[in-house]
């Protein structure tokens, strides 16, 4: 069942660091909206990790209460040790690619919050940002 669950989780893994990749190539075209269409697909794998990387926690636990004379290693077979190890290498490169994802979702956000602010300067009352008094957005005139 170890290995079942283990196969699952690096299947969720794989599909997360492809899902991010596709928003990393869509912002670098500006194509806003694939983003947000997969944003369910991607809360969805990812919920789906989460309860399966709960399962293996029980797994493990379970092996280790049934035999608690062997150590942990001794208790996986091979390929469970290699998918705990593909697991370990996905989870570095869903890391990184999240990393970079990071880095462009900000100097986005900083690019579009500078041109509003051109737009439309504000200035701090208190904790908050009000629009300036000699704001240029509009001008009326009589």
Known sequence: MLSHYLQNTLEDLRDL???TQSD?????KAEHDPQF???????EKL??????KAMIDHEISSLMTSNPDIELPNLLN????KQLEDLKTELSNLHKVNKEYAKLV??????YNSFLERLVPTEMQGYQKVA???STIMEVRV
Request: proline share 0%; glycine share 0%; aromatic share 2%.
């Open 132 to 134: 300036s008094k000699d």
């Open 17 to 19: 660091i492809k899902i």
């Open 47 to 52: 919920k789906a990790f989460e309860t399966k």
């Open 78 to 81: 091979e390929e469970q040790h």
């Open 37 to 43: 269409d997969r944003l369910s697909l991607k809360e």
């Open 106 to 111: 900000l100097t986005v956000s900083n690019l």
């Open 24 to 28: 990393i190539e869509d912002i670098k």
